[in-house]
DNA sequence: AGTGCAACCGACCGATCGGTCGGTCACCAT
DNA sequence: ATGGTGACCGACCGATCGGTCGGTTGCACT
């Protein structure tokens, strides 16, 4: 089964090299892709691939794009489903953690995405699409952050930089690769060491955020 | 004044190297430079990297090492300092702050370095030197959590989970380029801001740590 | 005066880079 | 049958890559 998100298991030439690109990219970054190294991969001359992306620069925008708005649409749909704050916010953790899990390529490219797509080579799409979809996700949050602290279920927090804070104990441990492997001892994506990081954060946050009674 | 760590304003060439080449790598990563362009940031012929640094890889080794030795240096020596776990834990994260937001490359790098040093091209001298340097920091804030907690300072927590928490709070931000500008609204790096950041990330651990009496 | 050496350079190398071009092939509509 | 088209390919291009080589300075030491 291919690394995709959902079920729709496409075979067609795009999807494969949508796939290999992505690993690829998360792996070692745009610069050190080459695109004979990705067509080989993919079982395709690497002329072909110009058939299916105008350049290297809109393949990595696709690739980053395809990632950004699959997660902000799951997430979108978590953050809307009904409860206070507090129920929203840990189930909004929940299904980021499950998407970043379930999809392991995701979180290094999100992360790359987030703190390198300044200065790639400049034939770049204006932006890549889909960040504006994590900008709506990280404004929609940080609302929910407000409304807690309205209601007096979350001690006062500056919700901007709790976002960042918010970001950073989520996708970094699961973009860290080998380090983070190094310190936990363990394979930080095998279900009980998820589970674990899930209760974790949890508590991290019932404790840290959450306003006692 | 160069980006360097302390007050050694020497101007040898290797360390208006070291300088240059740090600042690239961080911006783009190693892939991305080339070394004609950092030769000519410099101000000397591209030959003559070759008489300070073997070849590119052991550059960046270079590079990198000096800047996690740099790190561990003057935390380890935070950490021994004296003080119960709470306020040593505290300082420690004072000064990492302080150590990022003085040199603000640091935090790219070495996330980089965290995250990406696996596969990079086959040449690079065993591990980096400072790798081990780092992991040695990470075993003496663990012991700090443990000591927290075996003197009832600190609610149980996983410790292993914990130190990846606190890494991705403290240095993604720091690394999170126009997207932390962007979340934030401001430039992270300012004296303001920094503060900021540091008391929300003091009032998430005396909460969220640190035990209710 | 002469020797050695660190620092530096321009010219060059093979390899690889992203990207182009002309063409083949299978399939589908008319 | 025939024209069109989407998918694909090998050969090739200029540019750039990391790295080498031979040589020239200028300073230190004797």
Redesign the interface.
């Known amino acids: 089964m291919p690394a995709s998100t959902a079920a729709s298991a496409e075979h067609t030439s795009r999807d494969k090299i949508l796939d290999a690109a992505e690993a690829l990219f998360a792996?070692?970054?745009?610069?050190?892709v080459g695109l004979r190294e990705l067509a080989e991969l993919v079982g395709l001359g690497k002329s072909s691939l110009f058939h299916h992306f105008r350049n290297k620069a809109q393949l990595y925008a696709a690739v980053t794009a395809r990632i950004l708005v699959s997660i902000e649409a799951r997430l979108v749909r978590s953050l809307a489903t009904g409860g206070d704050p507090v129920v929203r916010l840990e189930r909004w953790l929940d299904d980021l953690i499950d998407l970043l899990t379930e999809n392991p390529t995701y979180a290094?490219v999100l992360?790359r995405s987030?703190?390198?797509?300044?200065?790639l080579p400049g034939d770049l799409p204006e932006e890549i699409e889909g960040h504006r979809a994590i900008?709506d996700m990280?404004a929609a949050v940080g609302g929910l952050l407000r409304e807690g602290m309205g209601a007096g279920l979350f001690?006062a927090?500056?919700v901007?930089?709790?976002?960042?804070?918010l970001?950073?104990?989520?996708?970094?441990?699961f973009?860290?690769?080998?380090?983070?492997a190094?310190?936990?001892?363990k394979d930080?994506f095998d279900a009980t060491e998820v589970r674990?990081?899930k209760?974790?954060?949890r508590?991290?946050?019932r404790?840290?955020?959450v306003a006692?009674r």
Chains 1, 2 share one sequence.
Do not use: C, Q
């Not at 987030?114 to 200065?119: A, G, H, N, R, T």
């Not at 901007?160 to 804070?165: I, S």
């Not at 190094?182 to 001892?185: K, N, W």
């Open positions: 792996k070692r970054g745009y610069a050190a290094r992360l987030l703190f390198e797509d300044d200065d900008a990280m001690r927090v500056h901007n930089h709790f976002l960042l804070t970001v950073g104990i989520i996708v970094f441990p973009a860290s690769g080998e380090f983070g190094e310190v936990l001892g930080l674990r990081r209760r974790e954060v508590a991290l946050l404790s840290g955020l006692s």
